[in-house]
């Protein structure tokens, strides 16, 4: 069993940055490749981003390439998401999530091992 939480959502204003954390405990973090998702009202769940063990390939959706940076540091068991630029449309409970692969993370029916409870990203305008 893992368990993750998910730290460091809030109220910006449009253009700032954020950034948020996942923490996992309980079977090794390090065996996991790790993702964000977000859920805005009324929408469904969307993948963002995801990192393969180890760190060393990223990958990310069209719509945050460029402003969103994931990473993880395995000897603190945590996941960051840097997001730059936020905009209103940003707006969105954030979950981080654990899988077995960056392609299970990423796909369009994602295969997902464990979810954290989210966090709440409120971008104003």
């Known amino acids: 069993q893992v368990q993750l939480v998910e730290s460091g959502g809030g109220l910006v204003t449009a253009g700032d940055s954020l950034t948020l954390s996942c923490a996992a405990s309980?079977?090794?973090?390090?065996?996991?490749?790790m993702g964000w998702f977000r859920q805005a009202p009324g929408r469904e769940r969307e993948f963002l981003a995801a990192?393969?063990?180890?760190?060393?390939?990223?990958y990310y959706a069209d719509s945050v390439k460029g402003r969103f940076t994931i990473s993880r540091d395995d000897a603190k068991n945590t996941v960051y998401l840097q997001m730059n630029s936020l905009q209103p449309e940003d707006t969105a409970l954030y979950y981080c999530?654990?899988?077995?692969?960056?392609?299970?993370?990423?796909?369009?029916?994602?295969?997902?091992?464990?979810w954290g409870q989210g966090t709440q990203v409120t971008v104003s305008s």
């Open positions: 999530a654990a899988g077995a692969s960056l392609a299970l993370l990423s796909s369009r029916r994602p295969s997902i091992a464990y």
């Open positions: 309980g079977r090794t973090f390090s065996n996991y490749a």
């Open positions: 990192i393969t063990r180890g760190g060393g390939t990223t």
